[in-house]
């Protein structure tokens, strides 16, 4: 009987504190937490040519296992979030020639949410307050973004460091017509995830002491 009350103190602990982790998150400033140098390539894991072309009206211009890389050049910030320079390589393109470079906006304000390859920190927290002035075909489900076009549904889900992990289009029948995966994922897991690991530890904890004592008992 002992074990279960400080079981279920343990419990309450974890809950407690995961509960104020929580709301220490909504309390805190959206940071970008990407630099100089940090290099993201995206990799099409999955191509429907068919399909494609009967959705969109043309032939895709790149193949299954094609490839796509980003190097980020510099971050600035400015009155709306960050100002980000990017060096890109496009599909088929030559990594050891110099790469196109282009400008991204992040902004730290999530009801300016844009679409982007990169976004702030924390994304959950983000992206949830970002849905409160998205239009009615966005879908926010943690960090994963749907938005339902009239002939297909685009997938965007994005990793703890918002990097974008995939981006996947399928028609209404939810075949797929193309996906593009990060080569370099980080599962997004959430703040939930921290009270269970301490959770598991806690409880591994008292099956030690459990069984420590039934030892010196023997």
């Known amino acids: 009987m002992k074990y279960k009350k400080l079981f279920f103190l343990c419990f309450l ?5 995961t509960m104020f982790l929580s709301i220490e998150v909504y309390a805190q400033d959206y940071k970008f937490d ?13 191509l429907n040519k068919y399909e494609f072309e009967r959705v969109f009206g043309f032939e895709p211009a790149f193949e299954n296992g094609d490839k796509t890389r980003r190097v ?10 960050w100002f980000v320079t990017v060096e890109f390589w496009d ?11 282009i400008y991204e906006q992040v ?14 920190t924390p994304v959950n927290e983000y992206l949830a307050e970002a849905s409160e002035d998205l239009p009615s075909n966005y879908l926010v489900e943690g960090h994963r973004v749907t938005i339902r076009e009239t002939d297909y549904n685009r997938i965007l889900e994005y990793d703890t460091r918002g990097v974008l992990l995939s981006e996947l289009y399928e028609n209404k029948e939810e075949i ?29 904890i008292v099956v030690m002491i459990k069984k420590k ?5 023997e």
Do not use: C
């Not at 100089?36 to 390539?41: G, H, K, N, P, Y």
């Not at 980020?72 to 979030?81: A, K, L, R, S």
């Open 213 to 217: 004592k039934y030892s010196i008992m």
């Open 72 to 81: 980020i050049q510099n971050v600035e910030d400015n009155d709306d979030g």
């Open 34 to 46: 990407l630099e100089e140098d940090d290099s993201f390539t995206w990799e099409i894991t999955e």
């Open 13 to 17: 602990l974890v809950t407690i504190s």
């Open 91 to 101: 599909y088929q393109k030559d990594w050891d020639e110099d790469g196109t470079i």
């Open 176 to 204: 797929v017509l193309v996906k593009v995966e990060n080569t370099l994922r980080v599962i997004p897991m959430g703040n939930f995830f921290i009270g269970f690991i301490i959770l598991a530890v806690v409880s591994i």
């Open 107 to 120: 902004y730290d304000n999530p009801s300016n949410y844009d679409d982007n390859i990169f976004l702030p």
